[in-house]
């Protein structure tokens, strides 16, 4: 990995939707020094000023990576420019963090993952979501056996936009993926996809999807730009116990429901063997922190110790394969797909739960 540095000279590359926060989180953590924005926009560059006087833009991408100050960029720019600014930053030997998805194609994950392997560089997607406090409690009460075995997961994710040409699978899907893949700790194998495209036949606005997993373990996403308000909830139901994870809920967030179907063997013949179980429900108490500060904390840890991200280029390589997937499904009007394996997919590699790293210096 070469020299690792005090503090990690880091740039912002686009600054649209998701740049502004890489740029307010990067200010706030005293890992990384923050050398700029890259933003060919005059209107955006100016924004970006008007909030931070006295910063650099550098309009030109490979002027920026010629900058011997900086040891990492962050990516947030369309899916479909992600492969040639990624693969351009680690040709220069820098670190990168991109949103999701890694890359638009599959062949272009892979051989990203390749690049970022061979030169001993980081490459990390931008999956926030793993970096959740109430997603990583839920991970806790599966990976701990409070669920029992899980049999299906449910996810709503809808809202009202925001339109954009990749589609809603694109845009809306790697975030559930994440999280499934995460808790579940298996990859898909097999995805069939409905969707429904209104003002563009190019363009699906709305998408179901089936998701079935190494496992046994099933689920279904349900993901929309037509919605008359936000919604964010998943649940999870097991054995033991049901979970319910409300994201726009700033209260309770998680819900856990001591519900079920207990199987009983028959006195006789006839009998039902079927009994309801209505316990308690518990909210456990989340402590509250920002995913994307937790995020960019375990990007300069992986810089400056080696160890690999919990949001790592091969989940991301999954994750795409499961989109292309998830898409071709939809094209071939929803029928069931394989996914491409990505290599093991092993959350606890890395170290189970994320702390934050000591300072650096």
């Known amino acids: 990995m070469g020299v690792v540095p005090a503090r990690i000279g880091a740039a912002v590359v686009g ?16 890992e990384f020094d923050f050398h700029g924005l890259c933003e060919l926009s005059e209107s955006r560059a100016a924004q970006f000023l008007d909030r931070y006087p006295g910063h650099r833009v550098e309009p030109e991408f490979e002027r920026l990576l010629e900058d011997p100050r900086i040891h990492a960029v962050l990516i947030a720019t369309p899916p ?3 492969f040639e600014l990624v693969s351009k930053a680690l040709a220069a030997g820098k670190h990168v963090l991109v949103e999701k998805p890694l890359a638009r194609r599959a062949d272009e994950a892979a051989e990203l993952v390749r690049m970022s392997e061979e030169l001993g560089l980081v490459l990390m997607p931008g999956h926030t979501f793993l970096y959740s406090p109430p997603v990583n409690k839920v991970r806790e009460l599966i990976r701990d056996g409070v669920v029992g075995e899980t049999y299906f997961v449910t996810s709503s994710r809808m809202n009202l936009g925001m339109y954009q040409r990749d589609g809603v699978i694109c845009d809306l899907a790697p975030h559930d993926l994440s999280i499934l893949l995460y808790w579940l700790g298996e990859p898909v194998i097999e995805v069939s996809a409905t969707g429904r495209s209104v003002f563009d036949d190019s363009v699906p606005e709305t998408a179901f999807l089936t998701l079935t997993f190494a496992g046994g373990a099933a689920a279904n996403v349900q993901i929309s730009w037509l919605a008359p308000r936000k919604q ?7 054995s033991e116990r049901m979970v319910q994870y409300e994201d726009t809920s700033a209260d309770e967030a998680i819900r856990v429901y001591d519900r079920g179907l207990d199987v009983k063997t028959p006195a006789s013949f006839g009998e039902y063997r079927l009994t309801y179980r209505t316990g308690d429900m518990v909210a456990p108490r989340i402590e509250a922190s920002e995913p994307l500060s937790l995020e960019l904390a375990d990007f300069a840890k992986s810089i400056f110790s080696g160890a690999e991200p919990r949001s790592n280029a091969r989940l991301g390589l999954e994750i795409v394969n499961a989109v292309e997937a998830s898409e071709a499904s939809l094209r071939a009007g929803g029928r069931p797909t394989s996914v491409k ?4 997919h092993d959350p606890d590699a890395t170290g189970g739960d994320f702390l934050e790293p000591a300072p650096a210096g």
């Open 80 to 82: 479909l420019t992600h």
């Open 15 to 30: 600054y649209g939707y998701w740049g502004p926060n890489l740029v307010r989180n990067l200010l706030g953590r005293s």
């Open 341 to 344: 394996p990505a290599g093991d």
């Open 232 to 238: 964010r909830q998943m649940i999870v139901v097991g």
